[in-house]
């Protein structure tokens, strides 16, 4: 008897399994149905359905994660794609949706990770190169981008912009012969161009030579007063000097930035309130 009742026991569970494999297989076709005929919301939810019969499907997890993308709801792609290269690591197709939607939400960490499982799976390198230097740039890890960069720079000895982050990252990384260098070598390359002009006083700037670096700000700043990025460098080389009048020229400045742009309105209500103490020292 007790052996038959065993039996029983074991039967009930695979038919629990096998109809909770039906349940996830009918959820995930229809979805699939849906996903091809472009109605992602509604592809959406029988993939959610059937992750509640199996939340570990592999099929489910990633095509979730297509759907949401298709919706441009990239927060929940996301979760969705890691969440199944987490069960399952290191698959192409997977890292490939993660490469494309890891930007979108500022992800850089997972937008490299998934360029290297796409590198170790047959893409080259080189075509990633500035993927690397963008990424590794937002991340704050500015010899990494130097490392890419110069592997750029004699693939595109016409092309200015790599020469200019070189600059910019090399300061950023507190390498400033390195910045001089390739400040100088694309001066000689294009001539001294404004974005170059810039550049000189950023690295002025970063020496501490602040009175160079005002002159040159103040010069691009009076050839284009609407220019953001000049206003911005001469306001900041403006506030690091002691003399007050330049700080309240500073603050005017700031201001002016701050109502400009919305980008980073944090970082300069501090800046402005901290220039408003100083000033009433």
Known sequence: MKRIIILFIFSLIGFGCSSQNKDSEYYLKSGQKSFLAGKYSEATNFFLDGLKHSPSNHEL???TGLSYQKEYMYDSS???????????PHEREINL??????PKVKDWENSIKAIKVLIKSGDKEEKYWKDFIQYYGNREMYVNS???LRK???KEPENIEPYLQMCNFSALAESLETAQAYNDTAVDKFGYLDELKSNQGTILAFRGELKKAEKIFRELFNLDTTNIYYKTNLASTLSEQKNISKKKEALKLFEEVRLQTSANSLQLDSIVNNLKKEIQK
């Open 146 to 148: 130097m490392y890419y």
């Open 78 to 88: 996301l979760f969705y794609l890691k969440k199944v290269d987490l069960l399952f």
């Open 97 to 102: 949706a993660i490469y494309q939607v890891a």
């Open 61 to 63: 997890l990633y095509y």
């Open 152 to 154: 750029v720079i004699p």
